[in-house]
């Protein structure tokens, strides 16, 4: 059974400050990925990584970076935190490397910056 | 980039009744349509996907068709029961999501 896990789920910080999302996943994917989830706009790809060291902007880079030092663990960093980055944000996981696999999501992290 | 679009937004039916949901993509090269169901407050997971070299896949109530020439597949569930209201999320290939459908069954 596929565990992805996100270091919180509720975070709240203060405009400036920098901020670490964690997620960790525990079966060998290959692929992790950050999305936001705000209302009407589905899940918006903000990075993914197809392996350690590796990471690739998505559709919305601005503002985040990330950092895949270990296979498993995947953060996303938000340098300087907005209150326009107040959102919903799941990690997910999938097995291999391509573009047909099923994802795996963590439980999310809402974040509200003040 | 590939972009997905996904109609309607919002969508209530009675109990019993069949729920279509229509997605569109625009990158003719993406092979794989998944579909993902989000319940309140818990994160999305799977329910049906189809590739590309298929027309149509079915589960149970659920099924799937896919439309390559016109680049468009849709969600079909039929004799809805209220476990069912959530919202669902189309995807082309792995990391291009719709906007989500809200489900609403009403008993």
């Known amino acids: 059974d596929v565990k992805v896990t996100q270091s919180s789920r509720y975070l709240v910080k203060r405009t400036g400050e920098k901020v670490f999302l964690e997620c960790v996943q525990d079966?060998?994917?290959?692929?992790m990925f950050w999305y936001r989830q705000d209302p009407g706009l589905g899940l918006r790809l903000i990075y993914f990584s197809y392996d350690v060291k590796m990471k690739e902007k998505g559709d919305i880079p601005e503002g985040y970076s990330v950092s895949r030092e270990k296979k498993e663990r995947f953060s996303l960093i938000l340098e300087s935190a907005s209150t326009n980055q107040t959102s919903m944000y799941l990690c997910a996981s999938s097995l291999t490397s391509g573009r047909d696999n099923e994802q795996f999501f963590g439980p999310g992290t809402r974040l509200t910056v003040l | 980039g590939e972009n997905v679009e996904q109609h309607p937004s919002t969508l209530s039916v009675q109990e019993g009744d069949s729920a279509v949901i229509k997605c569109t993509y625009s990158?003719?090269?993406?092979?794989?349509f998944p579909w993902y169901k989000q319940e309140l407050g818990k994160r999305p997971q799977l329910i049906i996907d189809i590739r590309s070299n298929v027309g149509e896949k079915k589960d149970q109530r659920i099924a799937v068709t896919l439309n390559k020439t016109a680049k468009h597949f849709s969600l079909h569930i039929t004799e809805t029961q209220p476990e069912d209201s959530a919202v669902y999320f189309c995807?082309?290939?792995?990391?291009?999501f719709g906007a989500g459908t809200r489900l609403t069954v009403k008993p």
């Open positions: 995807a082309a290939n792995d990391m291009r």
């Open positions: 079966m060998d994917h290959e692929n």
């Open positions: 990158d003719s090269a993406s092979n794989y």
